[in-house]
């Protein structure tokens, strides 16, 4: 069951084992097995979680595809 946990100016919601701020949404990405491995050893050289990787490759394509 999720439960909402109150913190310094910040309300965060238990998931599971992981807490996370209310402001952020979760998504599931469904990658070729190839792809996730790059990612996965990219996050190795450059101290990068996965989840860092796929944020910052959004915010620039965002950026870049602008309407």
């Given at each position: 069951?999720n439960?909402v946990l109150?913190?310094?100016a910040?309300?965060?919601l238990?998931?599971s ?14 990658l070729?097995?190839d792809?996730?491995?790059?990612l996965k050893?990219?996050?190795v050289?450059?101290d ?20």
């Amino acid at each position: 069951a999720n439960c909402v946990l109150f913190g310094p100016a910040k309300a965060w919601l238990k998931v599971s084992k992981h807490t996370v701020p209310l402001s952020l949404k979760r998504v599931t990405v469904v990658l070729p097995l190839d792809l996730h491995k790059l990612l996965k050893i990219r996050g190795v050289e450059n101290d990068q979680t996965m989840n860092d990787q796929i944020v910052e490759a959004v915010k620039m394509y965002l950026q870049n595809n602008q309407p």
